[in-house]
């Protein structure tokens, strides 16, 4: 029995025909931002069309004037010859004059006006993608992202400065020049109109068959993209296995394949632009073939068949422009559809819309605990409880890496996650920020849901540190507040606190010292360094560490165990270790084993049950 073609595969380039004007209504708003632009733009558009659709006329005149012919205007034949011609040349200097200045005025409105809209959709955009859940760039490509947030959103300004706008522009050129030809001469106005009706579904075929072209030169743009960024992130990876010549063939195949998709979409481009080089050619030629016999039989005088003649070169001319701005605009369809692809795009981890709040306890973090530790008070927060209630977690369909996880984590207390590779102690921390859904049961923060609780709230009052801290290019003190408005005096605290006070001191410039992409001019454990003071001056309720010390080395790490412990005081805790070892002074640990909790105590009490976390330590002692 044969595969029916997938109805996906089959249809798209049809659904995607029929979508191209909703797709253009989807640039409709951007475009009333700048709805006064857009307007005085469109008005230049008709005296730009009747200047430059006036000068055959005029040149048509002159020679009907010169060989006095009867199609010579009234106001002309009472003049002597001289003085017609020069108020001729006049008219025609002033409507030449007129179009160029008001032809550059426009244009440059135009691409304002493309910028300002580019601009728009690139924010929006970057916004977007920047509240997407996890999920969805667990699965996309961080060059395709790339090329959609570059590329694609530049075209999508050229669909309105260089193919709306100059669409409507040529259209209107062609309805005053057509109105002009229908009122001088009407045969010869129905000719180049008949000659104008095939070309017009030749063109839009050839159009039809670029943009499914050039979607598929997107889509190899992306996979180019995509290789180029993975290689340069895992340079070290490439060069320290040998992978350069391996890695290069594999983008010489991929650029190979672009190339030939920009092949047959240039191919495409050059049809429309060759046939209608060929088609002005037969206008005249019909022109002259029709005009000449009319001329013979007096029906038209030679100055009008010379204004049709100059009418059939300048009647293509903005049917060559508008097929060239269609290209354009097919060109933005498909970067429209790539865009609109993202926007809608659903954000999976949203706010409710009537959240609960954590208020009581942030007043208190913020608030109530930095004034009783300036006093030298303990406080004893009864804040910071964890709950999970049978929570389990699948990131594809019934493939659980997570399976009715029931415990509670109380207040203050310290809790350590151990377990083999795979066993989901990453994914709690993930459900736990909420950077996940739970995808059955939930999870309470001190009794509320964190679902109803705005992520800003949550992520204030929870703070991670990961395994490898990442950092941005700037310079330290920004890097450690995050953009979020603390003091100087602050920022050295929390450095103080942490034990790097130190380290930033040695730098060349403190605080100041300039970090570069990736901070790749510090150590793995310089950085991490940093992620501890990051951490530290947010004075969390909840601290979440996974690995955090594992990029240091133990001189290091025992200045930031010293800070650890410092910080740990009174706030609710969840560390991920695989060095057995630095959890044994935890409240409980929670041993998991393919995303379910098999046991939990203390380190005493697991190592005398003799079950898989004795095991665990054992192998790791035998191996010391």
């Not at 049809?14 to 469109?42: C, I, Q, T």
């Amino acid at each position: 029995m044969g595969i029916s073609p997938s109805p996906t595969k089959s249809n798209s380039k049809y659904r995607r025909r029929e979508n191209d004007w909703r797709l253009f209504l989807r640039l409709v708003p951007y475009g009333r931002r700048h709805g006064k632009l857009l307007a005085v733009s469109m008005l230049m558009l008709v005296p730009i069309a009747v200047a430059s659709a006036i000068k055959p006329l005029l040149v048509g005149q002159a020679i009907s004037l010169i060989r006095k012919e009867p199609s010579t205007y009234q106001f002309l034949q009472n003049i002597p010859l001289w003085q017609g011609l020069n108020i001729l040349i006049g008219m025609l200097l002033i409507a030449t004059t007129l179009r160029l200045v008001l032809t550059g005025v426009q244009g440059y409105l135009v691409q304002k006006l493309g910028q300002k809209i580019t601009a728009d959709i690139r924010e929006d955009l970057f916004t977007h993608v920047t509240s997407l859940a996890v999920r969805f760039f667990d699965r996309t490509p961080v060059g395709k992202l790339i090329t959609r947030l570059t590329s694609d959103v530049e075209s999508l300004g050229d669909v309105f400065s260089t193919g709306a706008v100059g669409i409507v522009s040529d259209l209107l050129s062609m309805v005053v020049i057509v109105g002009l030809m229908f009122s001088i001469q009407w045969q010869l106005a129905s000719l180049l109109i008949f000659i104008l009706l095939p070309v017009t579904w030749l063109m839009i075929y050839f159009q039809q068959q670029y943009r499914d072209a050039n979607y598929k030169t997107r889509e190899e743009l992306s996979k180019l993209n995509s290789q180029l960024q993975e290689n340069i992130v895992g340079i070290n990876v490439v060069q320290l296995f040998r992978r350069e010549k391996f890695n290069a063939e594999l983008f010489r195949a991929t650029n190979q394949r672009y190339i030939k998709e920009v092949d047959i979409s240039i191919w495409y481009d050059s049809a429309v632009s060759a046939t209608l080089e060929w088609v002005g050619l037969i206008a005249i030629a019909g022109v002259l073939w029709l005009g000449g016999r009319l001329l013979l039989n007096q029906q038209i005088s030679f100055g009008i068949l010379s204004a049709f003649i100059l009418y059939a070169q300048q009647f293509f001319e903005p049917l060559r422009n508008f097929a060239e701005k269609f290209t354009v605009i097919q060109s933005g369809f498909t970067a429209i559809e790539r865009v609109v692809d993202i926007l809608d795009e659903p954000i999976e981890i949203k706010d409710y819309s009537q959240p609960a709040s954590l208020g009581l306890a942030s007043t208190y973090i913020q608030d109530i605990v930095p004034k009783l530790e300036s006093q030298n008070f303990t406080p004893v927060p009864a804040l910071g409880e964890i709950k999970f209630e049978n929570v389990s977690f699948a990131y594809k369909d019934d493939d659980y890496v997570i399976k009715n996880l029931d415990f509670t984590i109380h207040p203050g207390e310290k809790v350590a996650l151990v377990g083999p590779t795979g066993a989901g102690k990453s994914s709690i921390i993930r459900l736990l920020c909420r950077l996940y859904e739970p995808t059955q049961g939930r999870i309470l923060i001190d009794g509320v849901d964190i679902r109803k609780i705005p992520q800003v709230e949550l992520r204030r009052y929870m703070t991670v540190i990961l395994q490898e801290a990442f950092l941005f290019a700037g310079d330290v003190k920004s890097n450690i507040t995050l953009g979020d408005n603390y003091s100087f005096a602050e920022i050295q605290q929390a450095a103080i606190k942490t034990n790097v006070a130190t380290f930033i001191n040695q730098l060349p410039q403190g605080y100041d010292t300039q970090l570069r992409e990736r901070a790749t001019n510090l150590s793995s454990g310089q950085k991490q360094l940093l992620a501890f003071a990051r951490a530290a001056i947010r004075n969390p309720q909840i601290l979440v560490l996974d690995e955090a010390t594992a990029s240091l080395d133990v001189g290091t790490e025992a200045l930031v165990q010293e800070a650890l412990n410092q910080l740990l005081i009174q706030r609710t805790s969840i560390i991920i270790a695989h060095r057995l070892s630095t959890i044994r002074n935890v409240d409980r640990i929670f041993v998991l084993k393919r995303g379910e909790l098999i046991e939990q105590g203390s380190h005493e009490e697991l190592l005398q049950q003799q079950g898989f976390y004795a095991t665990l330590h054992n192998l790791q002692m035998l191996g010391a």
